[in-house]
């Protein structure tokens, strides 16, 4: 009888103990996944306080104008109206071509015109100039990575990928380097699927880095891009062009007069 209690009790400790342990086994998987959820919100919410988004967000509609060169040659010239959530764009170009995302399709004016980037250039300058707002947008899937060489400093950085049918390229993908003391995004290595598969767009990854912030009603813009060739590991290497942007003004009031299918 004894020898038979004591198996039990034996079998019974061995019992609470593996049940505790499972217990703390699952606890330290809870608290690791509730931590890494904890760094991209951080991550996220940091930059987008440093970019003042819910003053950004108050506002209806901004304008700006782009000047941007590849390969010191003229890309684009051009003004860019876009609402603040990014639902309408129009382009009017210097050379008087009008582009217009009106939420559903994408029209060119005059019909006849040349341009094949159009749908390009609708998503990816617009794109490129709200990042800071759009971080969490809805579809949006973060992993906050370790800190990656830019510019040989050392940066925080996080990657930033679409569930599927996420915007025009949900296989795009980016990657933030964030200012450890500003919290300003000081650049992003990015791929291009459009027109692409997912394997030839990695094989030419490419970065923009934003410099030159200035304030326009309270709220940090950067007025100078550039464009480089980049790797993982040294981060931008070769310089493949710049952007200026100027004229940055929000433009409520007249928002309606902005986004008719024509401006003349």
Not at 23 to 34: A, M
Not at 62 to 88: P, W, Y
Not at 191 to 213: D, M, R, S
Request: with cysteine; net charge positive.
């Amino acid at each position: 009888m004894y020898k038979k209690n004591t198996a039990y009790l034996v079998i019974w400790s061995l019992s609470i103990l593996f049940s505790c342990s499972k217990q703390g086994g699952n606890e330290r998987v809870i608290s690791q996944k509730n931590n890494v959820e904890k760094q991209k919100l951080d991550f996220v919410k940091e930059i987008e306080k440093a970019h003042f988004k819910t003053l950004f967000e108050s506002h209806k509609a901004i304008s700006f104008d782009i000047q941007l060169f590849f390969n010191n040659k003229e890309r684009l010239n051009a003004n860019i109206v876009m609402l603040t959530n990014s639902g309408k764009v129009k382009i009017n170009k210097k050379d008087g071509t009008e582009l217009l995302y009106n939420g559903k399709d994408m029209l060119v004016f005059p019909p006849e015109a040349n341009n094949e980037k159009a749908r390009f250039d609708m998503f990816t300058w617009s794109y490129f100039f709200a990042i800071p707002y759009k971080l969490s947008d809805p579809g949006t899937i973060w992993e906050v990575q370790k800190e990656k060489t830019m510019f040989e400093k050392e940066m925080p950085t996080a990657k930033l990928t679409f569930e599927s049918g996420t915007g025009d390229s949900p296989k795009d993908w980016y990657l933030v380097y964030k200012n450890e003391k500003t919290n300003l995004i000081s650049a992003m290595a990015y791929i291009v699927t459009l027109g692409k598969t997912l394997n030839e767009a990695e094989k030419n990854p490419h970065a923009i880095t934003y410099e030159e912030y200035k304030k326009v009603e309270g709220i940090l813009f950067a007025t100078s891009w550039k464009f480089w060739e980049w790797n993982e590991v040294t981060g931008a290497t070769k310089e493949l062009g710049n952007a200026k942007i100027s004229n940055i003004k929000f433009i409520d009031e007249r928002v309606g007069e902005y986004f008719l299918t024509r401006s003349s």
